[in-house]
């Protein structure tokens, strides 16, 4: 079962929001998770220095986070480890065909009001929605 901590919550959102108001303000680029990553990958962007110390934050943040409060985020997952890989290449392709993802496009470009990530956010938010119905009430659940 999933843990309700809305004020924590309420708090990372807002760190996200401040992060890409940030990068688009200094660098003039869109906080898109998988975007950033990919000029980290070979043959690498001349903008390296930035995406990297990006990732480091998002990757150093949540460390800091549990050293200086103790406050720990348990992660369970009741889908067996190769199910997983499978996903995430799945949405690897959905990335790719969606010119973006669900950082870039429902963080960044809804708030740019981009008609692109307004219909990018709909269909991923729906198949969500359909998938978690499936899923939980059709195939009974994790």
Known sequence: MTEF?????LLGGA?????????????GRIAGMTGILTGLLPPIAPDWAWRAAFLGGAIIAP?????LTGYDVGFASPVPTPWV??????????????????????VCGMARLSPRSIAATAVFMGASFATVYVVRHVLGGF
């Not at 901590?5 to 919550?9: A, D, E, G, I």
């Not at 890989?85 to 429902?106: A, Q, R």
Request: hydrophobic content about 60%; overall charge neutral.
């Open 5 to 9: 901590t809305p004020l924590v919550s």
């Open 15 to 27: 760190l996200i929001g401040l992060a890409s108001v940030l990068l688009m303000a200094f660098h």
């Open 63 to 67: 460390a800091l986070m549990v050293l």
């Open 85 to 106: 890989i499978i996903g995430g290449l799945i949405v690897g392709v959905g990335v790719f065909f969606g010119s973006g993802c669900t950082s870039g496009h429902g």
